[in-house]
C-alpha cells in the first residue's frame, strides 16, 4: 500500500536550517506530483511545498517563498524539503502527501 515515512524534524534556533525528508513507496513515484503541507497548533493544514511529478515545477505559498525549497530524488523515492531562515512561527507538525495519502508527518521546533 501507499506510504510514506518523513523524517529530520526537531529542534532549531531561529533563523536556523533544517532539511526533512519523505521516503515513498507502494506507487509509481515519477508518476504524481507530492507536497508539504504543516499543522500548526488550532490551525487548518497549510501547504507550505509542490513539486510536480517530473520535479521541473514547484510552487510556495507567500508564508515560505524564498525560505524553504522543495526537490526529488527520484532515485530514492524521496522528496525534501529545505527550509532556511525558520522562524518560531514555522512551528509545526511537517507531513508529506501524494496520491491522496497522508505521510505520520515530523514535528519542527522553532526556538531559542
Known amino acids: 500500500q501507499v506510504q510514506f515515512v518523513e523524517s529530520g524534524g526537531g529542534l532549531v534556533q531561529p533563523g536556523g536550517s533544517l532539511t526533512l525528508s519523505c521516503v515513498a513507496s507502494?506507487?509509481?513515484?515519477?508518476?504524481?506530483?507530492m507536497s508539504w503541507y504543516r499543522q500548526r497548533p488550532g490551525k487548518e493544514r497549510e501547504l507550505v511545498a509542490w513539486?510536480?511529478?517530473?520535479?521541473?515545477?514547484?510552487d510556495y505559498p507567500d508564508s515560505v517563498k524564498g525560505r524553504f525549497t522543495i526537490s526529488k530524488d527520484d532515485s530514492k523515492n524521496t522528496v525534501y524539503l529545505q527550509m532556511n531562515s525558520l522562524k518560531p512561527g514555522d512551528t509545526s507538525v511537517y507531513l508529506c502527501?501524494?496520491?491522496?495519502?497522508w505521510g505520520q508527518g515530523t514535528q519542527v521546533t522553532v526556538s531559542s
Open positions: 507502494g506507487f509509481t513515484f515519477t508518476s504524481y506530483p
Open positions: 502527501r501524494g496520491v491522496g495519502v
Open positions: 513539486i510536480s511529478s517530473v520535479g521541473g515545477s514547484t
